[in-house]
């Protein structure tokens, strides 16, 4: 079924903000806040971005440039070539709990009928090396709770992210969504077209990037954030320690009690599973044993007599935000919930590097944020 084209009235003043430098998902809300729709910020003058709405002036300039306009309608024409869907937060299409996130996407394209897949929706997260009976597990998991009713949520990954993705399509009427960490002009890893081809006849592709964005190290945490959003609850299955699932759960839950997080554990000598171990370890996630265990935890099927259910993890404190770029790093740093590398802060922010690293030096001083080599910035508990 062809999709119809996309309204250039509506889209050109969203994917004007989205592709200018300088306007990260922080920035942009607080525009979107304080003007109410991308078109009154567009109608604003550089003063007044710049004094009113916080913006530094080169990025004001930015946003107003003519080659902005240029660089919409050519994205707008690729989306359309290639049928993909847009939505923005507020619209029916737009998923519902990813819209409950702090600074959602504020653009998110699709390929397939399932644009919003409501409340019922669980992730499925784990190695790209996992073992045969990781996979296994993660199969028969997706398999039965698509069975009953749920959508499946994963990354079009090797390993896990296939198997989940498989199960889900093995049941009668199952659906799953996959979450690329590319644009929507391509399938990465290339062996997975035949599979995303199905994905799409029964679910949708998901991507906030511009249509031919390439995989890149700097788009899988916000890949695995928006899996996280648009997900009740995320089952870790086959992970090792450090992976990106455990940057799936540290995203899960900066949603606080609205999200819950599950692990099967495994054996102590595999690698593997290191990460789901030292989840149930920690007490951040429920131990679960098949897809029963995670619709009651849900409160997706009726409980039996005498079922023992552990507490939701409960979410971290809420702090104050510094303004300007130092408040910008900070909001961003609490909303994904985990360590952030310089280059991730500066490409998902979009500002200057000079800054970036003017403001995180700030905020090392406030002891607001600390640097741990190797790793990455992250917040200090307040």
């Known amino acids: 079924m062809t999709e119809p084209s996309l309204d250039e009235a509506e889209w050109i003043p969203w994917l004007r903000l989205r592709l200018t430098f300088g306007m990260g998902r922080v920035r942009t809300h607080r525009l979107l806040q304080l003007y109410g729709s991308p078109g009154a910020i567009l109608q604003q003058t550089e003063e007044d971005l710049v004094q009113?709405?916080?913006?530094?002036?080169?990025?004001?300039?930015?946003?107003?440039?003519?080659a902005r306009i240029d660089e919409a309608r050519a994205e707008l024409a690729r989306m359309n070539k290639l049928g993909v869907s847009l939505s923005h937060p507020g619209r029916d299409d737009y998923p519902e709990l990813l819209d409950e996130t702090s600074h959602p996407p504020i653009i998110v394209g699709r390929l397939g009928p399932l644009g919003n897949?409501?409340?019922?929706?669980?992730?499925?997260?784990?190695?790209?090396?996992?073992?045969?009976?990781?996979?296994?597990?993660?199969?028969?998991?997706?398999?039965?709770?698509?069975?009953?009713?749920?959508?499946?949520?994963?990354?079009?990954?090797?390993?896990?992210?296939?198997?989940?993705?498989?199960?889900?399509?093995?049941?009668?009427e199952g659906r799953t969504i996959a979450v690329l960490g590319n644009g929507l002009a391509r399938v990465y890893p290339s062996e997975h077209a035949g599979l995303a081809a199905r994905i799409r006849e029964r679910g949708a592709l998901l991507s906030e990037l511009p249509a031919?964005?390439?995989?890149?190290?700097?788009?899988?945490?916000v890949r695995n954030r928006i899996i996280a959003g648009t997900s009740l609850g995320v089952?870790?299955?086959?992970?090792?320690?450090?992976?990106?699932?455990?940057?799936?759960?540290?995203?899960?839950?900066?949603?606080?009690?609205?999200?819950?997080?599950?692990?099967?554990?495994?054996?102590?000598?595999?690698?593997?599973?290191?990460?789901?171990?030292?989840?149930?370890?920690?007490?951040?996630?429920?131990?679960?044993?098949?897809?029963?265990?995670?619709?009651?935890?849900?409160?997706?099927?009726?409980?039996?007599?005498?079922?023992?259910?552990?507490?939701?993890?409960?979410?971290?404190?809420?702090?104050?935000p510094l303004s300007g770029v130092p408040g910008e790093i900070e909001a961003y740093l609490e909303s994904v919930g985990r360590h952030c590398s310089f280059?991730?802060?500066?490409?998902?922010?979009?500002?200057?590097?000079?800054?970036?690293?003017?403001?995180?030096?700030?905020?090392?001083?406030?002891?607001?944020?600390?640097?741990?080599?190797?790793?990455?910035?992250?917040?200090?508990?307040?």
């Open 212 to 221: 031919d964005a390439p995989p890149s190290a700097h788009h899988f945490p």
């Open 117 to 172: 897949p409501g409340r019922r929706a669980v992730a499925i997260v784990g190695s790209r090396k996992a073992g045969r009976r990781a996979c296994r597990i993660a199969r028969d998991f997706a398999r039965d709770l698509a069975e009953a009713g749920v959508t499946i949520v994963s990354g079009l990954a090797r390993g896990i992210d296939r198997e989940a993705h498989e199960g889900a399509l093995m049941a009668s």
């Open 235 to 320: 089952v870790v299955i086959g992970a090792g320690f450090p992976s990106g699932a455990i940057t799936t759960v540290d995203a899960a839950e900066q949603c606080g009690d609205q999200r819950e997080v599950f692990a099967v554990p495994g054996t102590l000598d595999d690698e593997y599973a290191r990460g789901c171990n030292l989840l149930l370890k920690e007490g951040r996630a429920h131990l679960v044993e098949g897809a029963r265990d995670v619709l009651l935890a849900l409160g997706l099927v009726a409980p039996q007599p005498n079922v023992n259910e552990r507490p939701p993890v409960r979410p971290r404190a809420k702090r104050t």
């Open 343 to 382: 280059d991730e802060i500066v490409f998902e922010n979009k500002i200057d590097a000079r800054a970036a690293m003017s403001a995180l030096g700030f905020l090392a001083l406030r002891q607001r944020v600390r640097e741990e080599p190797g790793v990455g910035y992250v917040l200090v508990d307040a």
């Open 52 to 66: 009113r709405g916080g913006i530094p002036p080169d990025v004001a300039r930015n946003i107003r440039s003519p």
